[in-house]
């Protein structure tokens, strides 16, 4: 069911007893010590500089650590490199069957970073010259609520340092990246989550991360501030911006959502979005989809956002809309998932949308909306009847589910707070409309709405009896 | 409307019939069959209750008609009994208010005659005896419900007696003779009658006073 809210009185759904999520590392986590520099000219001929400054910086000096290691490499012809090389004190043991993911923090973000600007590659030693460890050629970077950035990488042979290499821009220029620091967390085991470190869940995702396809000389196709849909903001004010500039052409930008470990059954996703720029909301919901996934493993079928919710509300100017998604395949049942990409196709769009885009105010993981027997015929001359709903969550402990029923669909006054409403049965025929929500104690994020519709009758007149000869 | 027929016939038939739309009050004759009929046939069920018990809708006939029976104890008093109905409009649809009738069910009574000759000799010129008419059971509880006996009613070869309406008549003649009571119900108060089934309530036994004893013959007498 689609459930459109405007977020004028969002903060009525905000509630100061809401779990703070923790961005911190685990308390053993195991961080690089020692840090080594090089760096020089791609091949023969290239003109251009490389640096990387207070490289020490690059230590973990504690929870209040903001300092950095700057990587700079800039060319004017060829390419220039220049690389950081942190070690950890002891070996790490990494196999396949149990890898390990080393986080590196970093706090710039520039789009010439994207496109191969940096490279990553363990080693089995600390002196980086030889030994080198099957490295993925890929890396993702997640963002954090706070603007953090990690770098991943997991490995599965033992290592024991990594070199962060930063190559200028092939189309000449500098490229900058900062280290802050590395880590690992000997104790994690969720393979799945990128960054299992959260410790309070009440279905905002751990990190995000962005990606986008290469849209030509004259094309940018990025999110700015991804961190911003999954920080705790009352109001909504912070957002991450999919934005579109010059020449779009084909592409997509997408933005993955990821969440504390695996969801339960039927689990949805609730998302607060708007619209930037000119573009219809049509045009723009048609061209936005939603997909899950377990782990790397695409789960359900895949939705336009346009089935999703109100698109004459995301057309008004500033109005925050709010729409679930729930993960489902083809037979209609829930899927376990503990991610979610959201995808704007830009192609589709056409050419010119520049400075357009979809805005993502907040996402949460939380239980669907509740399940009801179904309408309810009764009559004026029954003094009551119980609405009743129920989920698939309800036998799961722990959760700690609440209810609570509404005579509108948005806002209102709850009627009651429990599974079961006892109604009092209107004295007047007519249709009546109720819904139920449900949430998780301790968190304010709430379900969508389910409606169930009382239809109120009169009932017939006993007829006259006689003696029947 | 109510339409009240009444006669006073020795068929047996008393028999009124009346439709109530309001609870209402039925009298009817333990051991006798009975059917009530809603005066709306087309509905799509009705729900019978007899003393809060529902009746299956397999025993019920097209139209809701209930036919039931209620028979007493031997010797018991009268009892009433509830009938409630309610009624369905559609599938799913609503369950109308319950309307409760009472059906008072009254003991089948008899009237039986007693006399201290019933056959006289066939050649007394005329005879002089008195029948006593009785009920077979006193019904102790008639005035709850404002029910009354009427006059006794005697009939010699089946026509009425006229002038006798005691339970003690006076004949001079042979003849078959009866006497009947009937139950009179009450028009107005708690229990009033909205119609009511009392055949074979109160029936009569028949005594036939003959003059067939044979006089025996005056023999001859001689002198000695």
Redesign the interface.
């Known amino acids: 069911m689609k459930f459109i809210f405007l977020a004028n009185a969002i903060i009525l759904f905000w509630f100061t007893t809401i779990a703070q999520k923790i961005w911190a590392q685990p308390s053993n986590a195991i961080f690089t010590t020692a840090q080594g520099i090089g760096g020089g000219p791609s091949g023969i001929g290239a003109i251009g500089s490389q640096s990387v400054t207070d490289a020490n910086s690059a230590n973990y000096s504690g929870s209040s650590d903001n300092a950095f290691a700057l990587i700079k490499a800039s060319s004017t012809l060829g390419t220039y490199f220049a690389w950081l090389h942190s070690s950890f004190t002891n070996p790490v043991l990494a196999t396949p069957e149990s890898p390990v993911t080393v986080y590196i923090r970093t706090n710039e973000f520039s789009p010439a970073l994207l496109g191969g600007g940096i490279g990553i590659q363990a080693y089995n030693n600390t002196s980086g010259t030889s030994n080198p460890v099957t490295t993925p050629a890929s890396f993702p970077m997640y963002y954090l609520a706070d603007g953090t950035i990690y770098v991943a990488i997991t490995l599965s042979s033992t290592f024991q340092s990594i070199r962060i290499t930063v190559t200028s821009p092939v189309a000449l220029g500098t490229n900058l990246l900062r280290v802050y620091y590395s880590f690992y967390g000997p104790s994690a085991t969720n393979t799945s989550n990128p960054y299992p470190y959260a410790v309070a869940d009440c279905g905002l995702p751990n990190v995000t991360s962005k990606d986008a396809s290469v849209g030509g000389l004259l094309t940018d196709f990025n999110i700015v501030n991804p961190g911003n849909a999954i920080d705790v903001d009352p109001t909504f004010a912070t957002k991450s911006t999919f934005t579109t500039s010059g020449v779009s052409g084909m592409g997509y930008v997408k933005q993955v959502f990821y969440f504390n470990g695996m969801s339960n059954k039927s689990d949805a996703v609730r998302l607060v979005v708007s619209k930037s720029g000119t573009l219809l909301a049509l045009n723009l919901a048609s061209n936005v989809s939603i997909q899950a996934y377990n782990g790397g493993t695409l789960v359900g079928e895949a939705q336009l956002i346009q089935s999703l919710l109100d698109v004459q509300l995301l057309n008004i100017a500033g109005t925050l809309v709010t729409f679930y998604f729930v993960p489902k395949n083809l037979a209609n049942e829930s899927v376990i998932f503990d991610r979610i990409e959201v995808t704007l196709n830009v192609g589709a769009l056409g050419v010119g949308v520049a400075s357009n885009g979809l805005n993502i105010h907040d996402v949460r993981r939380l239980p669907d909306a509740p399940v009801t027997p179904g309408d309810v015929?009764?009559?004026?001359?029954v003094a009551s009847v119980v609405l009743s709903a129920l989920s698939a969550q309800d036998g799961l402990s722990g959760l700690g589910l609440n209810y609570s029923w509404f005579n509108v669909q948005v806002l209102g006054i709850a009627l009651s707070a429990s599974a079961n409403y006892n109604l009092s049965v209107p004295s007047t025929p007519g249709t009546f409309n109720y819904y139920v929500e449900m949430g998780k104690n301790g968190c304010g994020v709430v379900s969508d709405r389910k409606k169930v519709t009382v239809k109120v009758?009169?009932?017939?007149?006993?007829?006259?009896?006689?003696?029947?000869? | 409307m109510k339409t009240r027929i009444f006669t006073i016939c020795f068929a047996f038939m008393f028999?009124?019939?009346?439709?109530?739309?309001n609870a209402?009050n039925?009298y009817v004759v333990s051991g006798e069959p009975?059917?009530?009929?809603?005066?709306?046939s087309n509905?799509f069920a009705y729900q019978w209750m007899v003393d809060g018990v529902a009746v299956p809708a397999a025993e019920l006939a097209a139209g809701g008609?209930l036919?039931k029976t209620f028979t007493l104890a031997e010797g018991a008093t009268a009892e009433t009994k509830t009938l409630s109905?309610?009624?369905?409009?559609a599938v799913?649809?609503?369950?109308?208010?319950?309307?409760i009738?009472k059906i008072i069910v009254l003991p089948k009574l008899t009237v039986t005659l007693a006399t201290v000759t019933q056959d006289f000799c066939s050649n007394v010129a005329s005879i002089s005896e008195d029948l006593t008419a009785s009920l077979d059971q006193t019904v102790t509880n008639l005035s709850n419900y404002g029910v009354t006996l009427s006059d006794y009613v005697w009939t010699k070869g089946g026509v009425v007696v006229s002038g006798a309406s005691t339970n003690v008549l006076a004949i001079t003649e042979v003849g078959v003779y009866k006497a009947v009571r009937t139950y009179v119900l009450p028009t107005t108060g708690t229990f009033a009658s909205n119609?009511?089934?009392l055949i074979n309530s109160i029936t009569g036994v028949e005594i036939n006073i003959t003059k067939n004893k044979t006089a025996p013959t005056t023999p001859d007498i001689s002198i000695q």
């Not at chain 2, 028999?15 to 739309?21: G, N």
């Not at chain 2, 009975?34 to 709306?40: A, E, Q, R, T």
């Not at chain 2, 109905?85 to 409009?89: A, E, K, N, P, S």
């Open positions: 015929n009764v009559c004026t001359n009758s009169t009932p017939p007149t006993v007829p006259a009896v006689g003696l029947n000869p | 028999f009124v019939t009346a439709f109530s739309a209402a039925y009975f059917s009530l009929k809603p005066d709306v509905l008609v036919t109905l309610g009624v369905l409009d799913g649809g609503c369950l109308s208010d319950l309307v009738h119609g009511s089934k």
